[in-house]
């Protein structure tokens, strides 16, 4: 497994950006691929993007695609959701999440993943 660390989030009004990132450790970061979910209070963490280990290519939640992007740095063992356009309801705890992968497979479930981060709060004010 890999530790995972979130930072970046904060307070941001509609139409602004951020950029959050997560540093891995433990483990070789570029044969794991990255996923991004956010959970609001009562509700169940949500999917929001992948990237893979080997080509990045990436796959988005349709309520997000188009503002978000999901990068990553492997030399760094960082990975990166970058926000635009944010809107009041794309308020959430963010997570990034890592699982070991060997194939161009884009996972989606929370249950796909097997390392978290602690989260981290975005807040987007109208």
């Known amino acids: 497994q890999v530790q995972l660390v979130e930072s970046g989030g904060g307070l941001v009004q509609a139409g602004g950006s951020l950029r959050l990132s997560c540093a891995a450790s433990g483990r070789t970061f570029s044969n794991y691929a990255m996923g991004w979910f956010r959970q609001t209070p009562g509700n169940e963490r949500e999917f929001v993007g992948t990237i893979t280990w080997n080509d990045g290519s990436t796959y988005y939640a349709d309520s997000v695609k188009g503002r978000f992007t999901i990068s990553r740095d492997n030399a760094k063992n960082t990975g990166y959701l970058q926000m635009t356009s944010l809107k009041p309801e794309d308020t959430a705890v963010y997570y990034c999440?890592?699982?070991?992968?060997?194939?161009?497979?884009?996972?989606?479930?929370?249950?796909?993943?097997?390392?978290w981060g602690q989260g981290t709060q975005v807040t987007v004010s109208s």
């Open positions: 999440a890592a699982r070991p992968s060997y194939g161009h497979v884009w996972y989606t479930g929370v249950a796909d993943f097997g390392s």
